[in-house]
Every structure is written in C-alpha cells, then in structure tokens.
C-alpha cells in the first residue's frame, strides 16, 4: 500500500521535465531530482565523452544519406544541446580523414545515447518506477 502512494505521489506535476530537462543538458534531470551524485557523474561522463570525440576530430552528423549515418545521427541528438551549439559553431568534421576521428565519432554517439538512457533514467526516476 505505501509502494503504491509513492507512485501517486510521484506522478504528481510535470513528469517529464526531468526527461526533456536530462536530454537537453546532460545530467539536469538528475539534479532537478536532486540526485546530486549520478547527476554529476553522468554529466561528467558524457561532457567528456563529447569533448574527447571532438578532440578526436570525431563527425558530427548533420544529415544522414545511408543506414548507418541514420545511426549516427540518430545517436548524436541524443546529445540535446550540445548537438545544437556544435552544428550552430561549426564543429565536428564534416568527413573523417585521421584514423582517430573514426573513434572521436563512435565516440560522440555513445555520449548521445548515453545521454538518452541517462534522460530515461531520470524520467522512471521522477514516475516512481524505479527507486
């Protein structure tokens, strides 16, 4: 009986701030949950995640043409904000030309998806169904 007025109680309100808030910024769903630690670590890791990627002269997919750029692209908004500022300021190369940018962009793509899992995670969090 008290499991089940916890779900009441949590259903309350706006349940999906914390999905749309964790995929725009990394992290953010868990901090409005007050979840102080996952929300930093999940921060951190996809922030670097992102930035190693980058670093990596990883692509970010702007379009996608065949299935596998579908993936991608996919995968990359996941990222939520920091897809947008990087095709806002230009970055990501546009074709991998180094051995590295092949892992900067599979790189890049896990910290969007880990950024999806992260949002979903946040969202069961603010529901009640996970605890």
């Given at each position: 009986?008290?499991?089940?007025?916890?779900?009441?109680?949590?259903?309350?309100?706006?349940?999906?701030l914390?999905?749309?808030?964790?995929?725009?910024?990394?992290?953010?769903?868990?901090?409005?949950?007050?979840?102080?630690?996952?929300g930093?670590?999940?921060?951190?890791?996809?922030?670097?995640?992102?930035?190693?990627?980058?670093?990596?002269?990883?692509?970010v997919?702007?379009?996608?043409?065949?299935?596998?750029?579908?993936?991608?692209?996919?995968?990359?908004?996941?990222?939520?904000?920091?897809?947008?500022?990087?095709?806002?300021l230009?970055?990501?190369?546009?074709?991998?030309?180094?051995?590295?940018?092949?892992?900067?962009?599979?790189?890049?793509?896990?910290?969007?998806?880990?950024?999806?899992?992260?949002?979903?995670?946040?969202?069961?969090?603010?529901?009640?169904?996970?605890?």
């Open positions: 009986m008290a499991a089940n007025d916890n779900k009441q109680a949590a259903a309350g309100g706006f349940v999906y914390p999905l749309i808030a964790g995929w725009l910024v990394p992290g953010a769903g868990h901090f409005l949950l007050r979840k102080w630690g996952r930093t670590l999940l921060m951190l890791s996809i922030l670097c995640m992102y930035v190693l990627g980058l670093a990596m002269q990883g692509k997919y702007s379009s996608a043409h065949e299935i596998l750029d579908v993936l991608g692209f996919a995968g990359d908004l996941g990222n939520g904000l920091l897809y947008i500022v990087s095709r806002i230009g970055l990501g190369a546009d074709s991998v030309q180094v051995t590295t940018a092949d892992w900067g962009t599979r790189f890049i793509v896990v910290a969007g998806l880990l950024n999806v899992i992260s949002a979903v995670d946040a969202h069961n969090l603010r529901t009640g169904r996970k605890a």
